[in-house]
């Protein structure tokens, strides 16, 4: 029952993904192909385990998840290797979600992990959504049945295998079956659960201290390669100075101020000098979104999923780590700090952002357009830190296939 029930999703809802996916073409097309090479080596496994007694070691099982895992790694490598598509945001839905087929090495809730990876690619649907549900219907189809496969895959394993992967127990062993050659299963960097969370006892307060000094971003006494002073004390995190009421009309916050939990969402708007505002209690589906927040910090605790910030000024995002993304978006003299794990950084159209990082982050993908003054602050291993700024400017030549050719160039000043 548990093997047709699998059967059931492959022939309906994923079915429908797959035809959604080839009518849509290119990437999509050619990404799902790997998706469906995914789910067949699942159900092979679950063929497997219906038969079998359960492998007398982890080894043994990881041998025999290694079909799985390998598909799991050409779908998100496949991302990585396309990442100028037109179709990156489908491409990157499926890869933050797909290790939702890893729920066959956990318990005893799988179910629940399952949910965690759907909602780990929220961030990306959401965008296929808003780019394409007004030109074309087949993206918000495409969406909606790759969600509901996952759906449908959480509801599967919270009948048949509601504590963990079910074993047949009959027949020979798992573990004599001859494996594939193979290593442990790699796990996918969202599958990484075990990012030691930040101490409660570690004193923030000096951070804190350091985020409400006032001193400008771009000053360059607060440049660690222009100040000695700085590179024996550490990096301070900047506050910025001035009255806020004379920035740029577009970020004061002129409304009144909100804090509100809507379902998954954290809302934030209009903070005006607030260093007091903590999202805690938090799950890995939760969003941030902060909007029109002048001179003010959050403190984000615990691992949510990505974080926005739109068209705010003088602000502070401290957090714990990220499943998808931190967003800037129309913003000046900001800064952020992770204590944990951020797997991309994107900045659009902000002017002064600070961003130090930490070792768990220096896999970190950072997309910047339309921005300026954007300084990263890498950790050395001794309290201190190098602070390389991001390029702003770009020289593009034509090549004599007619082809354009972009380098960076170095701004000596």
């Given at each position: 029952?548990?093997?047709?029930?699998?059967?059931?999703?492959?022939?309906?809802?994923?079915?429908?993904?797959?035809?959604?996916?080839?009518?849509?073409?290119?990437?999509?097309?050619?990404?799902?192909?790997?998706?469906?090479?995914?789910?067949?080596?699942?159900?092979?496994?679950?063929?497997?385990?219906?038969?079998?007694?359960k492998p007398a070691n982890q080894n043994d099982l990881m041998n025999l998840l290694k079909p799985t895992s390998?598909?799991?790694?050409?779908?998100?490598?496949?991302?990585?290797?396309?990442?100028?598509?037109?179709?990156?945001?489908?491409?990157?839905?499926?890869?933050?979600?797909?290790?939702?087929?890893?729920?066959?090495?956990v318990s005893p809730a799988p179910a629940p992990y399952i949910k965690e990876m759907n909602d780990a690619g929220?961030?990306?649907?959401?965008?296929?959504?808003?780019?394409?549900?007004?030109?074309?219907?087949?993206?918000?189809?495409?969406?909606?049945?790759?969600?509901?496969?996952?759906?449908?895959?959480?509801?599967?394993?919270?009948?048949?295998?509601?504590?963990?992967?079910?074993?047949?127990?009959?027949?020979?062993?798992?573990?004599?079956?001859?494996?594939?050659?193979?290593?442990?299963?790699?796990?996918?960097?969202?599958?990484?659960?075990?990012?030691?969370?930040?101490?409660?006892?570690?004193?923030?307060?000096?951070?804190?201290?350091?985020?409400?000094?006032?001193?400008?971003?771009?000053?360059?006494?607060?440049?660690?390669?222009?100040?000695?002073?700085?590179?024996?004390?550490?990096?301070?995190?900047?506050?910025?100075?001035?009255?806020?009421?004379?920035?740029?009309?577009?970020?004061?916050?002129?409304?009144?101020?909100?804090?509100?939990?809507?379902?998954?969402?954290?809302?934030?708007?209009?903070?005006?000098?607030?260093?007091?505002?903590?999202?805690?209690?938090?799950?890995?589906?939760?969003?941030?979104?902060?909007?029109?927040?002048?001179?003010?910090?959050?403190?984000?605790?615990?691992?949510?999923?990505?974080?926005?910030?739109?068209?705010?000024?003088?602000?502070?995002?401290?957090?714990?780590?990220?499943?998808?993304?931190?967003?800037?978006?129309?913003?000046?003299?900001?800064?952020?700090?992770?204590?944990?794990?951020?797997?991309?950084?994107?900045?659009?159209?902000?002017?002064?952002?600070?961003?130090?990082?930490?070792?768990?982050?220096?896999?970190?993908?950072?997309?910047?357009?339309?921005?300026?003054?954007?300084?990263?602050?890498?950790?050395?291993?001794?309290?201190?830190?190098?602070?390389?700024?991001?390029p702003e400017q770009f020289k593009t030549t034509i090549n004599p296939n007619k082809t354009l050719k972009t380098?960076?160039?170095?701004?000596?000043?």
């Amino acid at each position: 029952m548990s093997v047709q029930g699998f059967t059931d999703i492959l022939q309906g809802s994923l079915a429908q993904y797959l035809q959604f996916s080839v009518k849509i073409g290119g990437d999509v097309a050619q990404h799902s192909q790997l998706v469906q090479q995914a789910f067949n080596a699942q159900l092979q496994f679950l063929q497997l385990a219906s038969q079998c007694g359960k492998p007398a070691n982890q080894n043994d099982l990881m041998n025999l998840l290694k079909p799985t895992s390998d598909c799991i790694s050409a779908i998100q490598n496949f991302r990585e290797a396309n990442r100028t598509s037109q179709f990156f945001n489908h491409l990157s839905a499926i890869s933050e979600s797909i290790p939702a087929l890893g729920w066959v090495a956990v318990s005893p809730a799988p179910a629940p992990y399952i949910k965690e990876m759907n909602d780990a690619g929220q961030f990306y649907t959401n965008r296929v959504l808003k780019d394409w549900k007004e030109k074309n219907k087949t993206h918000v189809d495409w969406v909606k049945s790759w969600i509901q496969t996952l759906t449908e895959l959480q509801q599967f394993v919270k009948q048949f295998h509601t504590t963990g992967l079910v074993w047949g127990g009959r027949g020979a062993p798992a573990s004599f079956a001859p494996p594939p050659p193979a290593a442990p299963l790699p796990p996918p960097p969202v599958l990484d659960f075990n990012i030691a969370p930040v101490d409660p006892g570690v004193d923030r307060s000096a951070l804190f201290a350091q985020l409400n000094q006032g001193t400008n971003i771009t000053s360059p006494d607060m440049q660690t390669h222009k100040n000695p002073t700085l590179k024996q004390s550490g990096p301070v995190p900047y506050r910025g100075t001035g009255d806020v009421s004379s920035g740029s009309p577009g970020i004061q916050a002129d409304k009144p101020p909100k804090f509100v939990k809507d379902g998954k969402k954290w809302i934030i708007e209009y903070q005006k000098g607030n260093d007091q505002l903590v999202v805690e209690n938090t799950e890995m589906s939760n969003v941030v979104y902060l909007y029109k927040c002048v001179d003010s910090t959050l403190i984000v605790k615990g691992k949510i999923n990505s974080i926005t910030v739109d068209s705010c000024k003088k602000t502070a995002i401290v957090f714990d780590s990220l499943v998808s993304v931190i967003e800037y978006i129309n913003c000046q003299s900001v800064q952020t700090q992770v204590f944990g794990k951020v797997p991309t950084i994107s900045i659009d159209k902000t002017d002064g952002c600070q961003i130090y990082l930490s070792p768990d982050s220096l896999d970190v993908e950072i997309i910047s357009a339309k921005s300026s003054e954007m300084n990263i602050l890498i950790p050395k291993g001794n309290g201190d830190y190098t602070e390389v700024p991001i390029p702003e400017q770009f020289k593009t030549t034509i090549n004599p296939n007619k082809t354009l050719k972009t380098v960076v160039v170095e701004n000596k000043g």
